[in-house]
């Protein structure tokens, strides 16, 4: 893995890392439509056969596919009940994925191309969970990249929607090709961390889209409740070091059972003015870090944070404060 410090512009440290709560990584000039649909516990799909499912369905759907054929039903459940069932059909050389409510109305239909036709993939497709053992809070953050594309949409095990993002306007000719998101991250004595985990429940998460040219693409990744323990790390709270030889470290993070770390980051940041170094994919043999002296001040505080990044893309933090000696002779 390559380490990557993020060197200084100006007064200031490039920040990678977004601080905000909801951020959407693109080009400055495009205008972004988010739409939120919150996740509910889920149960996830099973696959059923015609004559299992309710009888208007089975109307509905073998008026759908007609003279065609009909590949596979998937029914989906939300807290025990079946919210829809989802048929994958080709009729004349085309395939289509039609939505239909438990009393056979048609929710949706989707054309997906000719059939046998190799449908584009998401360079890169990622869906997992920050934890903040610190400051006990926690959110989902997502990461996307591939052709300049003009709609996502993010589908749970379940089949539910649960983002979609649009691009608007003059901007739609080209498209965004990376996005970066992070939920909201709301205290654990607000919403508990139990709580969040049955709004994203594990299993497969679908991103489905269109590129600028019109093409459709799909990507899944799996997500996992497989969260670190937090990193122990030195300096301990509130510690006076000496910035000429200021190290940050960390215990190996093992825990849960069959955990597997892939990296760690540190990031130390001072405020007023605000400046940041971040140094990211560390490997997970690194146990230690010094800090440049040079981006250090004497009798300055500073706040620090250690990363510990698992091979699912979760991560946990776990925060540290320090400050530095006065300059010897003054």
Known sequence: MK???????GSRFAVTRPLGRLVVVALSALILTV?????????????V?????????????????????????????????????????HVDGQE????FAPDGKVLDKIHEGAVGAKKAKLEEAE??????ASDRDAGVQAFLDGDGWDWVEIYNPAGK????????????KIGITELFFESSEPSFDILPFAELLKMYPEGKYEFVGQTVKGDKFESKT??????PAAPVVSPKAHSVVDPENTVISWEPVIKPEGIKIVSYQVTVERNNPLRVLDVQNLPPTARKM?????????????????????????????????????????
């Open 3 to 9: 380490t990557k410090v993020w060197k200084s512009v």
């Open 96 to 99: 289509y994925d039609v939505l």
């Open 222 to 227: 799996k997500f996992s409740h497989m969260i």
């Open 35 to 47: 739409s939120v649909v919150p996740a509910l516990a889920q149960e996830g799909e099973k696959k």
């Open 161 to 172: 929607k649960i983002y979609r993002f649009n691009v608007d306007n003059a901007a739609k």
């Open 127 to 132: 869906f997992f969970i920050e934890y903040n």
């Open 49 to 89: 056969g015609i004559d299992d499912v309710p009888a208007p369905v089975k109307k509905a759907i073998l008026k759908a596919v007609g003279a065609g054929r009909l590949v596979d039903i998937g029914e989906f459940t939300e807290g025990g009940k079946v919210v829809h069932y989802e048929i994958e059909m």
């Open 290 to 330: 010094q800090i440049p002296a040079d981006f250090l001040e004497y009798d300055t505080p500073y706040q620090f944070e250690v990363l510990a990044k698992e091979k699912s893309g979760n991560q946990t933090i776990t925060v540290g404060f320090f400050r530095t000696i006065k300059e010897p002779g003054k």
